[in-house]
Structures are given as C-alpha cells and as structure tokens.
C-alpha cells in the first residue's frame, strides 16, 4: 500500500477504538436489556434491524442480492451464529455477569484451533498450541469451579454451559463457512446472516414463548437505549468499523479485539453495572487471554481465510 492511499492516523486509531471498546461494552448492554426484555427476543430485535439496515445499505449501492444457494448458507449459518452463539449469549446473561460473559466467549479461538486440527487440518497440534489450549480450559474451570478456594462464588452452571456451547457454535460456523457459498462482499454476507438470524431469533423467541406476557409499554427507557446501543454502536458501526480495519489493517493487528474485549467487558460491568472482580474472575481472566494471545499468534499450516461476522458481540 502507497502512502497516499494510507488513512489518516486519528481514523485507524478511531476505528479500533470502536471495536475494542464498543464491542467490549456490548456484554454490559446485553445484561441490562434482558433484565426486561426476554433473551431471544432482544437478541432478534437487534439483529432484524441491524440485518436490514446493512442489507439495505448493501443493495442501495448497487450490491446484488444473494443467491438462492448464497441465501441457503447464510441462514445456516444464521442458525449456528445468531441463534445457538448469540441467542445463548444473551440467555446466558440473566444468569452470568457481562464481564465473565466475554471472557467465557473469549474461548472460541481455542474452540477454532481445535476444528482447524482436528477438521480442516489446517493446524497442527504443537506443544505450543497444546500448552495454550491446556491454560484456556484450565481458565474456564477457575471460573466454573465449585473447590478453588479463591472467595468469590463460581459462575452459573447453567449459565456457563450455555456459554461454552455457544462459543463452540461460532467455531463450528466459522470453519464451515469456508466452504460454503456466500456472496463476494463481506458487507452483504453479512448483513444477510444478520437479517436471517433476526428472523430465526425471532421465530425462536415465539416457539419459546417469550411474546407471551411480555409488554412493550412496560420496557423501561435504559432497555430500550441499551437495545438502540445493541442495534447502532454493537452492529451497524462497530461492524463498518471492523470491515474498514480489515482493508487497511493486517488481518493480526485487528484480531487483538478478541483478547481487549474480555478486559473492556470486565472494566466496564465493574464501573457501570456494579459487578464484582474478586481473585476467581482475575485468575480466570488472565488464564484466558493468555491463552487467547498465544493461540491468535499461533502461524498455521495453511494460509487462512478472513473470520466472519464479527461480535460483535
């Protein structure tokens, strides 16, 4: 790349201050919107609209829609990423601190390790790679534990299953979307994976029975605002953001928001939602982004496509 055509240094600067801070207080904003709003619910709320602006905005610039095969791979994946990860994120929630939420969803790198060895052989299990994987698992079982003697109460059980399955969702979605068909531009491959995991969200939030009781009128204004937060900062611009980053940025630089966002997520339920960081969460927490760091630099066999969606969240 010329210097000519390198952005301004105060762009690339805002652009990962975005998906560093913006993304890591997502988890917050979760939390306080299902204290009102049932989880699946919020969740097809924000990606409906978030899917139909960036689609939206996709097709008014002249972007062809998807293809009928294109259409059946995005709402596959739909279904393992909005649906089975994000969908369980935001359940998971009413149960689980933001902080330790990120943290817990801070495990799909080793999860996509683990699919890259034993799936798409693109990795090979190296000492080093083992040793990472071992220090993440052992991060999560601090956090879980019931005996660690560390003086702060362990997460939800059920909570923390749900978690682990949902980062496991993603990674399976990320390996798989490698071979499947999906349109050329990023932009519209994902917006079209966010319109039909809205979609799918929300026909799953009414298959659960979460419209039933439930009343608009009684949402609270800082639901609402933490779902708009969810809808324009989480989405719409910390996902034009993060497609920026990647056409100017190398691919590593902008990788690290997986291992900023759990310590922006904990920093922030600790200032502004009131949750406690006692010696479990810290031990946790370094365990697994040590893990996330050694793992994310981890060279692979084979040249790599570029990730999904990102999480956003």
Not at 68 to 84: D, K, M, P, Y
Request: proline letters at 5%; one cysteine or more.
């Amino acid at each position: 790349m010329d210097a000519a055509s390198q952005p301004r240094a105060w762009k690339v600067l805002l652009a990962f201050a975005i998906i560093y801070f913006v993304w890591g207080s997502t988890f917050l904003a979760i939390r306080v919107g299902v204290r009102e709003v049932p989880p699946f619910l919020l969740a097809g709320m924000r990606f409906l609209v978030a899917g139909i602006v960036l689609y939206g905005w996709m097709r008014a610039r002249g972007t062809p829609s998807p293809s009928a095969r294109e259409w059946g791979s995005a709402s596959f994946l739909a279904l393992l990423i909005f649906v089975f990860d994000y969908g369980l994120v935001f359940w998971a929630e009413r149960r689980v601190p933001s902080g330790i939420a990120a943290v817990m969803m801070a495990t799909i790198p080793a999860f996509m390790a683990l699919a890259e060895i034993v799936f798409l052989r693109t990795q090979r299990l190296t000492p080093r790679l083992g040793i990472a994987l071992l220090v993440g698992m052992a991060g999560v079982v601090v956090l879980v534990g019931h005996t660690m003697g560390l003086g702060e109460a362990p997460v939800d059980t059920a909570g923390a299953c749900a978690l682990i399955f949902a980062a496991i969702s993603w990674s399976v979605a990320a390996s798989l979307s490698r071979r499947m068909p999906l349109p050329a531009a990023k932009a519209m491959s994902s917006g079209a994976q966010m319109l039909a995991g809205g979609v799918l969200l929300t026909l799953t939030a009414a298959l659960l029975g979460e419209f039933r009781g439930f009343h608009v009128q009684a949402v609270s204004r800082g639901a609402w605002l933490a779902l708009a937060y969810l809808i324009v900062a989480g989405s719409i611009v910390g996902f034009t953001a993060y497609v920026w980053l990647l056409h100017h940025e190398s691919p590593t630089k902008v990788g690290t928001y997986a291992y900023v966002n759990p310590v922006v997520a904990v920093l922030v339920g600790y200032f502004l939602g009131g949750e406690a960081i006692g010696r479990r969460t810290i031990v946790g927490t370094l365990l697994v982004l040590v893990s996330v760091v050694v793992i994310t630099t981890t060279p692979a066999k084979k040249s790599e496509l570029e990730p999904l969606i990102s999480e956003t969240d």
